[in-house]
């Protein structure tokens, strides 16, 4: 337990210090709602779909919950890099509690990330449909930030160095993110385009968040956090055990 | 407290630690001389549970890292040959993560925290960041935590390194009083071979990953009928100069990572 909030704190203590990054990584997040946002709008509004900036800025949240907590998982590669990790891995404490730590820590930050994106959203126009339903949107984006964090330590434990992290980046994150409905409705998508968006553990996420904030839905909320807890505890054994195998 | 038997590690088709045995008793310093390349720091890492032999047995108190990692790790305390601090983290917030970890009790990491990081002359700097340190003090903070939590067993892998004398002799003297009050067991890797002379009991000499010698001092010196423990080192490892084959992976990532923090 003590080890657990440790290695959570570390992490969270690294990302509040890294002010200039928490900056920087607003500005991806921006361009998608703002230029992406201002530029579809006509076209969706015109498809009987309604305002774009309503229905894009739940899916930025998400992308910037998505991005952090990969981001601060695969800070491990640093870790490695840098030499920490071995003082971690030589501690005596199951290797598992070492990795939740880090990966709760991770979560965090993203959540904190997310929450960022949120209010500049907000700020930008956005308007949330019901303020009593913001803390179950929080719930979606606690389970979002678990997910990927997890995926993220899982990625960052079998990757020898940055060329990987390139790799994993461009084939895996990447179209999760694309594939999420982050930007697009999933309604009357083709056939090949619906199997693998529903197998994108990403769309419930935003289906979540997009059902909290602007009463949209497409699995149901219900489906959405099923779904979001059965992937956050296999990526949670599956970072647990890659971790646990680490050899520096 | 140490048994090794025939221990071997391979990389692919390169044997870098070539079927070694040898033993180190309670409250010994062993140490454990080579050039470089010569399999040191892959035998401290199977010994420390962070690389699994290819074959061979070894244990720590009796236990095999394999079997029993928490057990094992419980009783070691290890200074790593290279950088192994949060360089983000204040050299305070280092030394505590690190008596949490090993689970020493709030008040008495306190206390511990502090005597160490005034005797390794950091207390002033407690709360700078590791990153700002100079090479000379990060080596005394990984140091000084290596004492943290009174470990049964202590491994430094050439911890002198980028070390001054004044350092060095610092640390030679607190590592023989911790043997010497605590009966810790000490296992060492040093490049220099007085202090290898001054502070270890016993001396392993190992190159091309066999060990090619050990005993006392002075039985190695006997043994090859030289007079210092330099002249016995380089009779029996050859004058030829070696280089540590570099990591071609982590320079990329070394490259990298300054790019990305610019
Ligand atoms: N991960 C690795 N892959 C391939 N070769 C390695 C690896 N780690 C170490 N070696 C090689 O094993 C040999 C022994 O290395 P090491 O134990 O670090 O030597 P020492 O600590 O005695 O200087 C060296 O030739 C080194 O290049
Ligand atoms: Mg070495």
């Not at chain 2, 390794?120 to 005394?140: C, H, I, N, P, Q």
Request: net charge neutral.
């Amino acid at each position: 337990m003590h080890a657990i909030h440790a290695m959570w704190l570390r992490e969270v203590k690294r990302y509040l210090r890294s002010r200039v990054q928490i900056i920087a990584s607003l500005a991806q997040p921006m361009m998608y709602l703002l230029i992406l946002g201002f530029g579809l709008s006509p076209v969706f509004q015109q498809a009987g779909q309604g305002n774009y900036i309503q229905f894009v800025a739940p899916g930025v949240v998400g992308m910037s919950v998505l991005f952090s907590s990969v981001f601060s998982g695969v800070g491990l590669l640093f870790d490695r890099q840098f030499g920490f990790l071995k003082e971690t891995l030589v501690a005596p404490v199951p290797r598992a509690l070492i990795m939740i730590g880090r990966t709760l820590g991770s979560a965090t930050n993203a959540v904190l990330q997310g929450t960022l994106v949120l209010t500049v959203c907000i700020i930008a126009g956005f308007r949330p449909a019901s303020l009593a339903q913001l803390p179950l949107a929080f719930g979606f984006m606690i389970l979002i930030a678990i997910v990927f964090a997890a995926l993220g330590t899982a990625m960052g434990s079998v990757l020898k160095d940055m060329q990987g992290f390139q790799i994993i980046m461009n084939f895996i994150v990447m179209p999760i993110f694309f594939l999420s409905g982050a930007l697009f409705p999933l309604t009357n998508l083709p056939p090949v385009l619906k199997i693998l968006t529903s197998i994108d553990p990403l769309s419930y996420g935003i289906d979540g968040l997009r059902t909290e904030l602007i009463n949209i839905s497409h699995f149901g909320a219900s489906v959405d956090f099923t779904v979001l807890v059965i992937a956050a505890v296999a990526f949670i054994s599956l970072g647990s055990y890659l971790f646990s195998k680490i050899e520096i | 407290m140490i048994r090794v038997h025939e221990l071997v590690k391979t990389y692919g088709e390169f044997r870098a630690v070539d079927n070694i045995s040898f033993t180190v008793p309670p409250g010994e310093i062993f140490a454990f001389l080579g050039p470089n390349g010569a399999g040191k720091t892959t035998t401290i890492k199977m010994l420390t549970t962070l690389l699994k032999p290819t074959s061979g047995s070894l244990t720590l108190d009796g236990l095999s890292p394999a079997t029993h990692q928490t057990e094992v790790r419980k009783r070691f305390g290890i200074v790593f040959q290279d950088p192994s601090l949060d360089g983000d983290l204040t050299a305070y917030e280092n030394m505590d993560i690190h008596g949490v970890l090993y689970a020493v009790p709030a008040r008495l990491r306190a206390e511990r925290i502090e005597s160490l990081l005034k005797l390794f002359e950091l207390w002033d700097r407690r709360d700078g960041f590791v990153k700002t340190f100079s090479g000379g003090m990060k080596r005394r903070l990984e140091i000084a935590r290596g004492f943290l939590h009174t470990p049964k067993i202590l491994f430094l892998d050439e911890p002198t390194l980028g070390l001054d004398p004044q350092s060095r002799n610092q640390l030679w003297g607190h590592v023989k009083n911790l043997n010497e009050s605590e009966k810790t067991t000490v296992f060492l890797t040093t490049h220099y071979m007085d202090e290898a002379e001054r502070v270890a009991h016993r001396i392993a000499i190992i190159d091309h990953g066999k060990i090619v010698a050990q005993g006392t001092p002075d039985e190695l010196k006997t043994q090859t009928k030289t007079d210092s423990l330099e002249a016995a080192f380089l009779a029996l490892t050859g004058n030829s100069i070696r280089d540590e084959s570099a990591n071609a992976g982590a320079d990329n990532l070394r490259q990298f990572t300054q790019m990305w923090r610019r």
